[in-house]
């Protein structure tokens, strides 16, 4: 029988930060650090300052002067990097971001030999059972796709594990293509983390574009058919819809331009597990994040300055 899911006192997010190149208009670029799950967890930290719960970051760099700047970012935004794998020979991966006017960007990759992609891996320090020391761990597909399909099995079954033992999983697929081996593998994926997740943190986009889903019903009809009974499905500006009752927050902040879209919806994440590991409703948790989105958008980069 699962246990009762216990308080949130300490959360965990997993998976790959990177270097970050964001390009200005006079043709140079300023350097960042950012990933999806590390956007999530330097907003998750925000959110919880003041408060006594926990935000860390895993994931595995190397001992190279860019990893050592990935930790030095990473604890002066809060977050604990006790569970950080640093192995010899390999270097974080690098991306870069170009914006239009619209503010839609474009990415280019260089991480295909990162070492987050050594994650969990042995020999390894950092191995899954130090994640049932957290009581929330927010995984995603790109943590997922870059690992190799024999740690992804052992992350299906320390999930269950977790979550019967009374852990909170969240999961978000933020489908990347290029990342995966094929269509169905990533079908497959996401179909076991859909399985396993007690809260769910899709968007609508991304699941469109993975599944073929006509609308935002049948997204919401095919993750029910997986077990999804919890979470928001994440919409842009017509709002976050509440899986669990098809319920939309009211009175939702409108942006007028939206200038750099990066890392929507990994301050939504954000915004919605900060506001659940304090006690919100999932509704008022699905308001809290679209609020934090809406205003990350309004600026340049992953990670907005605090003071903005």
């Known amino acids: ?75 002066s935004h809060g977050l604990d990097a006790g569970c950080i794998e640093r192995r010899e020979g390999i270097m974080p991966g690098l991306y870069a ?16 030999a990162s070492a987050a992609r050594t994650l969990f891996s042995e020999p390894c320090e950092i191995t899954l059972d130090r994640l ?12 997922m796709a870059i690992l190799p399909p024999e740690i992804r099995q052992r992350i299906f079954d320390w999930a269950e594990r977790f979550t019967a033992a009374g852990g909170t999983l969240a999961y978000d697929s933020n489908h990347r293509p290029r ?14 983390m859909w399985a396993r997740a007690d809260i769910a943190l899709p968007s609508v986009d991304d699941e469109m574009a993975l599944y073929g889903d006509a609308d935002a019903s049948a997204v919401v009809a095919r993750l029910k058919g997986l077990g999804v009974s919890r979470g928001a499905l994440k919409r842009g500006g017509d709002g976050p819809l509440d899986l669990a009752t098809g319920a939309t927050p009211q009175a939702l902040p409108q942006v007028g331009k939206v200038v750099d879209s990066t890392a929507a919806g990994d ?20 308001r809290a994040g679209h609020v934090l989105a809406a205003k990350v958008i309004c600026h340049r980069g992953a990670i907005i300055p605090e003071d903005v």
């Open 97 to 112: 971001i170009d914006t239009d006017d619209a503010g839609e960007r474009s990415f280019s990759y260089w991480r295909s």
């Open 179 to 192: 990342l995966w081996e094929d269509v169905g593998t990533a079908r497959a994926v996401n179909d076991a």
């Open 1 to 75: 029988m699962q246990a009762p899911k216990r308080p949130i006192r300490s959360i965990a997010c997993v998976g790959e930060v990177m270097i970050e190149l964001i390009a200005d208009e006079g043709g140079g670029a300023q350097l960042g650090v950012a990933g999806d799950t590390y956007n999530s967890a330097v907003y998750i930290a925000r959110a919880l300052r003041g408060t006594d719960i926990t935000t860390s970051y895993v994931t595995a760099l190397g001992v190279d002067p860019y990893s050592d700047r990935i930790v030095t970012a990473l604890t």
């Open 132 to 143: 049932d020391g957290f009581d929330l761990v927010l995984l995603s597909g790109i943590s």
């Open 267 to 286: 301050s939504f994440n954000a915004g919605f597990l900060a506001a659940v590991a304090q006690g919100s409703s999932d509704l008022d948790a699905a």
